[in-house]
């Protein structure tokens, strides 16, 4: 029968409830003491793993040392694979807190007698080097080894070597000599001596030394003329100099003339290559005359290769204003050589060509000056769009980078816009489905900046969607492209009125796409975005029945809920004014239990792995607003119905406020106002929150914002005694606004002209029915503006979040930390940064604002005391708060706070973690954690001299002693 080995760890893979880090480190542990060399290699390649999940110091201090134990008494092979999880793990490394410890267990094979022991030593020791770069005795042993007769313990010795002079200056500067004679020993290998000169590039911590070494490589270049001494040489010298930029200029000089002199294809492809690295760090360091060599170099080679590595340098060349600058006339060499190479049979090089002039014209477009040829760059590019989708080849990077080249155009000017339509629109139909979605793309992009320009291809659009709809079984790139044109079609119809033909062409799509229904969903999700939510009604109430999932039909239920509110909002036709608002006030009603029964329907959606907390939060501030315009409609009325008491202009007179004339209405008008502010406040918490969102999203907020800012200051100038002024909106709105949104700036422009009536009134402190009837028109404006659903209620792209570790904890989850009265306690604050996916694709990480505060909830001292000041001394609530940012390292931070505690009774310690960007802004995305600290009660010694004794005795009054006067009773 065959055995079965069980696998002692647990991998958690199918869904098993996950271990502590405690209790996997136990797990661990017991692989590592096992008497078999199979458990214990599963048991150490399980490390790095570990760190990555709990990545805390006291964990992976606990577990190097271990590791360190197993390679000081295992074999070679668990030695290497304590080697590799070192490698694997750089990044935790600083955070060994007993780095003697753990160098002295790893450091004791270096003395063994086994050449392979003492190189993966050294290899190990030089994977840790950033946490020991200044360890004298791993310096000598380093230098020792080279000189070893073992050629293992001496590439191990290089590869320690190259490691530590990365990391610290002294053995840099102290290595110079050595390695400078090992290079320079006839004895030496000239393989050994290839892996030697890579390490000169790290010689660069103080001017003597670094012009020591680019002297020395320099004069090894004529003695050494092999292909690969030549190579290894130039790329050393080329990231010294890239380090220090003092010497760009002299590199780039010297690779210019190996590019010119020398004729291996090879060494021209490796010199092109490292100028390719120098130009990154800025081109305004090259000499002059550089960049017209390289121009020179590609118009005289025949090579392709060489041509298309010079053009890549160009292309980063021009990335500088001043070489744009250079390179404005159509004449120039730069100019004349791109537009020639445009035109090549090579798509790679015409490719390449159409960046670098497109680089040109936008930089003469953003410094507004006289841009000449660019008609003759316009028509190369649209050659070559037409070449790509007319060729057979599938090229679909070098379709997409020209795309690109078109849409950047675009931006830059305007008046592109209409003739890319035209042309794209015109390729729509007769390409492949792969260059139809490429196509699509761009279209969308175009259209965002200029969206008015896609009513020309509404027909093409339809057409090609109607050809595509009749396909039986469409294959994922059709139904792809599906999407993007129905996408086109919102994009085009925003502010228009829907045609009956365009309603039934996204019909027939929906209807005939059964198979796949995530199509029809990212269909009804893009008509969201774009406002247009009776077409997503129709799509989504069809999906709801259509998933297995209960959390997914909820989901659905939610998107369809929204979609009816927001349908019955929008009014096509209004009526006269009588019947209007009688309508508009049912409307907002209707939306507002819509919005309730979306909220009711999301809580059902949530899971424990997805919150849905700003999905929440956006609908519920929404409905919040919805219902401020209910309570503003009936506050207007009640000028008509509520005459104001007898008691007003008495009221009046006495509080010196003529608004009070109106009795209740003034007291209604400011709760509105009060209503609107914290509206504003719960937008503005909202988008504190939300950190990872798309910059349309961020948009989408602000503008909601404004218009409860709007309302409440038409509101508050109406009746409140404040300076009249005309409600302006904020300033982001004169920008280039995205598409999404340009309709909810429209209705806040229209909202702020009628509010302009507002300031011309002849009685400064008198409500009249016309500011009532500008009050409901506002409403009406801003109920019956679309509203787009962000991009980030749907899709997630950048994904952050921070995990905390505060110490001390107590023994039993839920309890209290007990401390002494008159101590302190020292909170301990770890935390590390976790990035899902697309780190920093929006905004980044700078810092960790980490808060600790700390509340007195009971207070029991002195309960039977009878005096009522003390009573309400015991009860006032003791709060602080500590604040403390932090600057991630390698995705870990951590603070330490001295909490004292004034008085005795329960306190509740909440620690949060606000993440603040690359800007100086800080978000509030939490997490929050609580502790609760139990502080005794003051217990008084009172010093009483006793008779017929010399000294004193502490007698200890108990409050529960009532021979004894307590403090503040009388006698």
Same mark, same amino acid.
């Given at each position: 029968? *065959? ?24 797990? %661990? ?17 399980? @490390? ?59 450091? /004791? ?69 050595? $390695?400078?004679?090992? $290079? =320079? ?42 292909? !690969? ?6 790329? +050393? *010298? ?36 490292? *100028?390719?690295?120098?130009?990154? #760090? ?27 590595? /010079? ?43 159409? =960046? ?26 649209? /050659? ?29 000017? %305007? ?12 390729? %729509? ?5 792969? @260059? ?105 109430? !069809? ?91 009936? +506050? ?8 104001? #008491? ?12 003529? @608004? ?33 969102? !798309? ?36 300033? @982001?709105?004169?920008?280039? &606004? ?29 409500? &009249? ?15 019956? &503006? ?9 899709? $997630?792209?950048?994904?952050? +979040? ?14 209290? $930390? /007990? ?105 509030? +995305? ?46």
């Amino acid at each position: 029968m *065959l055995g079965v080995r069980v696998n002692i760890f647990i991998d958690n893979s199918l869904g098993e409830p996950e271990q502590d880090a405690n209790s996997a480190l136990t797990e %661990l542990d017991k692989g590592l003491r096992s008497g078999k060399v199979g458990e214990q290699c599963e048991a150490i390649v399980r @490390f790095p793993r570990l760190f990555e999940k709990y990545p805390f110091p006291i964990l992976i201090n606990a577990s190097l040392l271990k590791l360190a134990d197993v390679f000081r008494v295992g074999n070679n092979f668990l030695r290497m694979c304590v080697l590799r999880v070192c490698q694997q793990s750089e990044k935790h490394l600083d955070k060994i807190s007993n780095v003697d410890e753990f160098v002295k267990r790893i450091f /004791s094979v270096i003395h063994s007698n086994d050449p392979i022991a003492r190189a993966l030593t050294l290899r190990t020791l030089g994977a840790v080097a950033g946490i020991i770069p200044e360890r004298q005795q791993v310096h000598h042993s380093i230098r020792s080894s080279l000189d070893s007769h073992d050629n293992v313990e001496i590439e191990a010795a290089i590869c320690a070597a190259t490691q530590f002079a990365a990391q610290s200056k002294t053995f840099a500067i102290s290595m110079c000599n050595k $390695i400078s004679n090992m $290079i =320079q020993g006839q004895s030496t290998p000239a393989s050994m001596k290839l892996e030697l000169i890579p390490i000169l590039q790290y010689m660069y911590h103080d001017t003597h030394t670094a012009a020591m070494v680019r002297k020395l490589a320099t004069d090894l270049l004529p003695g050494y003329p092999a292909e !690969d001494f030549v190579q290894v040489i130039l790329t +050393t *010298l080329t990231k010294l100099a890239a380090t220090t930029l003092v010497d760009i200029p002299s590199q780039v000089e010297l690779l210019l003339e190996y590019l010119h002199e020398d004729s291996r294809f090879q060494i021209k492809s490796s010199v092109l290559q490292q *100028l390719y690295e120098l130009a990154k #760090p800025g081109a305004h360091l090259w000499p002059p005359g550089a960049v017209d060599s390289i121009i020179d170099m590609a118009y005289t080679t025949e090579s392709p290769r060489i041509l298309r590595l /010079s053009l890549r340098v160009i292309k980063v060349l021009v990335e500088s204003p001043l070489i744009c600058a250079q390179h404005q006339d159509p004449d120039s060499k730069l100019r004349k050589l791109c537009l020639n190479m445009s035109l090549s049979s090579r798509i790679c090089l015409a490719v390449q060509a159409i =960046q670098i002039l497109t680089q040109i014209l936008c930089y003469g477009f953003v410094e507004n000056s006289q841009v000449s040829g660019t008609n003759d760059v316009i028509q190369a590019l649209e /050659s070559l769009i037409l070449l790509l989708t007319q060729s057979e080849d599938k090229n679909q990077l070098e379709l997409k980078l020209t795309l690109k080249c078109a849409v950047r155009l675009c931006e830059y000017k %305007l008046d592109y816009c209409e003739k890319f339509l035209q042309l794209l629109g015109s390729r %729509l139909g007769s390409v492949d489905s792969s @260059f139809s979605i490429t196509i699509c793309e761009s279209l969308g992009a175009i259209g965002s900046l200029q969206p008015e320009a896609l009513l020309i291809l509404i027909e093409d659009i339809l057409k090609h969607l109607s050809t595509l709809s009749k396909v039986n079984n469409p294959t994922s790139k059709q139904s792809l492209t599906k999407v993007m044109l129905c996408t086109l079609i919102f994009q085009s119809m925003c502010g228009y009125k829907w045609r009956m033909d365009v309603e039934l062409a996204i019909k027939e799509v929906t209807n005939n796409n059964n198979i796949n229904l995530w199509a029809n969903y990212r269909i009804g999700r893009a008509a969201m975005r774009y406002g247009h939510h009776k077409a997503a009604l129709s799509i989504f109430e !069809d999906l709801t029945e259509q998933v297995s999932s209960e959390h997914l039909h909820f989901w659905l239920v939610c998107l369809k809920e929204i979609c009816t509110a927001e349908s019955e909002l929008i009014q096509n036709n209004p009526e006269d004014c009588d019947d209007e608002e009688k309508t508009l006030v049912d409307r907002l009603s209707f939306a507002v239990v819509h919005y309730n029964k979306a909220i009711a329907a999301l809580k059902a959606a949530t899971t424990p792995s997805n919150h849905l907390h700003f999905q929440a939060e956006y609908m519920r501030i929404r409905s919040e607003f919805l219902q401020c315009l209910i309570q503003v409609i009936h +506050t207007c009325n009640i000028l008509c119905v509520v005459p104001p #008491p007898a008691i007003a202009s008495t009221l009046a007179q006495t509080t010196r406020d003529e @608004f009070m004339r109106h009795g209740y209405l003034t007291n209604q008008m400011r709760k509105c106002v009060k209503e609107f502010q914290n509206c504003s406040e719960m937008y503005w918490g909202l988008y504190q929150t939300a950190f990872d969102a !798309d910059p349309s999203t961020l948009e989408n907020l602000q503008i909601l914002q404004q218009m409860c800012v709007l309302f409440e200051q038409c509101v508050e100038n109406i009746s409140i005694n404040t300076s009249l002024s005309k409600p302006e909106i904020l300033d @982001f709105v004169s920008k280039n &606004t995205r598409l999404e949104c340009k309709q909810l700036i429209q209705g806040c422009k229209i909202a702020t002209e009628i509010a302009g009536g507002i300031c011309k009134k002849d009685s400064p402190q008198t409500i &009249t029915h016309k500011h009532a009837n500008i009050l409901r028109t506002i409403a009406n404006v801003l109920s019956n &503006t679309t509203l787009p659903i962000p991009r980030f209620f749907f899709q $997630i792209l950048q994904s952050t +979040t921070i995990k905390l570790s505060v110490s001390p904890q107590p023994r039993v989850m839920g309890e209290f $930390i /007990s401390i002494q009265f008159g101590s302190q306690l020292a909170v301990k604050v770890e935390g590390v940064v976790q990035h899902a996916q697309k780190p920093g694709l929006f905004r980044k990480v700078d810092g960790v604002v980490v808060s600790i505060s700390t509340q007195l909830q009971t207070n029991t001292k002195n309960k039977d005391s009878s005096n009522v000041s003390d009573t309400k001394a015991n009860l006032e609530t003791i709060s602080t708060v500590l604040q403390q940012t932090v600057t991630p390292h390698k995705d870990f931070f951590t603070a330490q706070f001295l909490l004292a505690f004034p008085k005795g009774g329960q306190y509740v310690l909440s620690i949060e973690a606000s993440i603040v960007d690359e800007v100086g802004n800080v978000w509030k +995305t939490g997490p929050r954690s609580t502790l609760t600290v139990k502080v005794p009660e003051e217990i008084k010694n009172t010093p009483i001299s006793m008779p017929g004794m010399a000294g004193t005795a502490n007698v200890i009054l108990m409050p529960e002693d009532n021979h004894f006067i307590k403090p503040g009773q009388k006698k």
